[in-house]
């Protein structure tokens, strides 16, 4: 039996594996959260929030995804 | 400009560090700076900023003392509550700082005033309660050309930034927040030494970049984790379709 083995990343530090061709806003959203009120730090960078839908996931990726934070 | 015997007193500290000097206080007392919030932020940065002899403060908030801001707010005393934060806070720094000029500002910042608010001066250093001041306050910024502070804390985490135009505060947030959807203390709780530890650093990112101490911090995100006690700081970048710094087209 053949399976999509999928890509391994790291999200906020925890092993997931998140199947081929998903997009950052994609894999966001599998999790449980809004792409619209978080940012995503990919392999320490910053990734531009327009392009949340078409940047996809690769092996290996390491995640931080960032809450943001508006109380003063 | 000269320095009086007083001011070279009170700033003997400052002037002795290599990296400040004379020139750099020089740059300080020649600076005006605008702080959005008399808040938990504000409150943190105002002594730091007052005490170095930023030349000129505007303070801006419409709020008033509340009892519940006293864990957190060290500008106000129990006898203040209901009475006017920026005037209050304005009362604070020149008691302090005899040398500066201190103006209170009692307005909530909004799309109608924020160009007159944040014109005229050399930074912006925003500590206000929500997400929908922050992104007015920092389109403006952007279109004056002034660099953002940007503080931030709820709960245990706390977020701050130097902005200098791209990437700009809407390129990190984006536009889920232009509605008036409050990310705010009362509602999700925050650690009174995390909002003082936040707003101290805003005054540092700033009092850096005013006094031109080492190299430039721009787009970066210093975020702190006040439940490990651990600091962090990402790169931010600019979104090319933000549409407040992005390229038109």
Request: glycine content about 12%.
């Amino acid at each position: 039996m053949t399976q999509d083995p999928g890509k391994g990343v790291m999200i906020n530090g925890e092993h997931r594996r998140v199947a081929e061709g998903t997009s950052i806003a994609q894999m966001i959203a599998d999790i449980g959260l809004d792409p619209a009120k978080v940012a995503v730090e990919r392999n320490l960078e910053i990734v531009p929030r327009s392009t949340f839908g078409e940047v996809m996931v690769e092996d290996g990726d390491e995640f931080e995804i960032v809450h943001f934070v508006g109380g003063g | 400009m000269t320095f009086s015997d007083d001011e070279l007193d009170r700033y003997a500290r400052h002037i002795v560090l290599p990296q400040f000097g004379g020139a750099g206080q020089q740059r300080l007392k020649s600076s005006s700076v605008l702080l959005v919030g008399a808040g938990g932020i504000g409150a943190g940065a105002l002594p730091s900023l007052a005490g170095a002899g930023v030349g000129r403060i505007h303070i801006v908030d419409d709020d008033q003392v509340d009892v519940s801001n006293l864990a957190r707010q060290p500008l106000y005393r129990s006898e203040d509550v209901g009475r006017s934060k920026a005037e209050l806070a304005a009362r604070f720094a020149a008691e302090r700082n005899p040398h500066i000029e201190i103006v209170a500002v009692d307005q909530r910042v909004d799309e109608d005033n924020a160009e007159n608010l944040l014109s005229g001066h050399d930074l912006v250093i925003d500590g206000s309660d929500n997400f929908r001041t922050r992104l007015i306050v920092s389109d403006m910024a952007v279109k004056l050309g002034l660099p953002l502070v940007s503080g931030a804390a709820a709960q245990f985490q706390g977020q701050a930034a130097l902005l200098t135009g791209q990437p700009c505060y809407r390129c990190f947030v984006g536009e889920a927040f232009d509605s008036d959807d409050c990310d705010n203390c009362a509602e999700l709780g925050v650690l009174g030494a995390l909002t003082g530890t936040m707003g101290h650093f805003a005054a540092m990112l700033a009092i850096r970049h005013l006094a031109g101490i080492g190299p430039s911090d721009a787009g970066t995100l210093h975020l702190f984790d006040g439940v490990r006690a651990r600091w962090k700081a990402i790169t931010l970048v600019a979104d090319p379709a933000c549409r407040a710094c992005g390229t038109p087209g």
